[in-house]
């Protein structure tokens, strides 16, 4: 445990310097682009320079609904994503950062004013503490305090997987949500390769199994991961290539919500409300469900609860146990990341829009 974490602060506090200095495209993966919401886009712009630069992110993991959120970001390097958050929660969120690399810490805090002149707080909301996160409870991080959770790129460098997660699970309130972005892989990584200190410092070689991560948080007590975004992984550098062989990585976005299983007993049916700004007409949640708006639709009992217990309560009315006439379960995407890339999801829309007339059937 404590020689991997030597190895990783030594790459991300000297090794590299800037994103132009990594190996593989694994870790510039997740910057903005056209496709995500202008509000995210432009808290991501507000960011200082010196912190874009230093970014090492696979994913974008800033959901939405996240206004005056208190939200902990696991292994928050130099920052990029606490500070865009920041801008998002608003000056009555707050969000906190852990890294246990010196040099990151460093460069993250000498923006803080920076940015919270930028966004015009009367104080910073956002703080970076030292820590690792196989254990947050060193870094002052309570239980049940949080509402969001996200990580981008760091849980594959982690030695001890099962840990983060549960500590995830622990600092998170009923109804909170674990979002994060990672590196999977679908088969068992050769030892030889896992012992590869710059694929490993490049996020590659400590990757964990997609099925690993559901049977992890299956155990710990999270709901079923839930994809957002899948994408391939580029190993571009010849000799980093001919290690990996023909492994694939990939890049996922996961949600995954703390909300007890004991509850998850009735499917509903669900109606976005298109009140939040940017979504009006419909809300992605995943890659199965996009609610359109003012629509009722059939959700089954897991997700039904997450939306009662979570805060996407205050944006959908929930009827229990309700059925439509024609109960079409939500389309059934793949939940190997693998085949989903292959598959035709991306127009997923969830369950059976109920028929307009007063009484269904
Ligand atoms: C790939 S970088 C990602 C940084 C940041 N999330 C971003 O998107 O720019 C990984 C970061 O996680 C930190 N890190 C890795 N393992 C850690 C651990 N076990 N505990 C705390 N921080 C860790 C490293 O110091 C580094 O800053």
């Keep these: ?110 923006y803080l004013t920076y940015h919270q002149e930028k966004f015009g707080y009367p104080a910073p909301n956002v703080e970076y503490r030292k820590g690792f996160i196989e254990n947050l409870k060193d870094a002052q991080v309570e239980d049940n305090q949080y509402d969001i959770v996200v990580s981008n790129c760091v849980i594959n460098l982690s030695p001890d997987k099962p840990s983060v997660i549960r500590e995830a699970y622990r600092v998170l309130k009923e109804g909170g949500e674990f979002y994060f972005s990672d590196i999977y892989v679908q088969q068992d990584i050769p030892e030889h390769i896992r012992k590869h200190k710059v694929l490993w410092g490049e996020c590659l070689a400590g990757a964990l199994c997609w099925t690993d991560l559901e049977k992890y948080a299956e155990d710990i007590g999270f709901t079923k991961p839930r994809i957002v975004t899948a994408r391939k992984v580029n190993v571009e550098d010849e000799k980093l290539l001919e290690v990996t ?77 309700a059925q439509c006439c024609n109960p079409k379960v939500a389309k059934n995407c793949p939940v190997d990341p693998y085949v989903y890339l292959n598959s035709d999801c991306s127009d997923a829309s969830p369950g059976c829009a109920k028929s307009s007339g007063p009484k269904c059937c």
């Design 245 to 321: 062989g023909d492994i694939a990585f990939m890049s996922v976005t996961y949600r995954l919500f703390k909300v007890s299983k004991a509850d998850c007993k009735t499917p509903a049916v669900v109606t976005y409300n298109g009140t939040l700004a940017e979504y009006e007409t419909e809300l992605p949640f995943d890659i199965e469900n996009t609610f359109k708006a003012n629509v009722p639709v059939n959700v089954d009992a897991e997700l039904a609860e997450i939306l009662r217990r979570s805060r996407y309560n205050k944006v959908f009315t929930i009827e229990d146990g």
């Design 1 to 110: 445990m404590d020689s991997v974490h030597d190895d990783v602060k030594e790459y991300y506090g000297k090794t590299i310097q800037t994103s132009c200095d990594l190996r593989t495209d694994t870790c510039q993966l997740g910057a903005s682009s056209a496709a995500d919401k202008l509000s995210v886009r432009q808290a991501i712009a507000s960011v200082h320079d010196d912190i874009l630069a230093t970014y090492y992110g696979c994913g974008l993991c800033i959901p939405s609904l996240i206004e005056d959120a208190r939200v902990v970001d696991l292994g928050s390097g130099t920052g990029r994503d606490c500070y865009a958050i920041s801008k998002l929660v608003g000056p009555k969120g707050f969000v906190v950062g852990i890294d246990m690399t010196d040099e990151q810490l460093e460069l993250a805090r000498k």
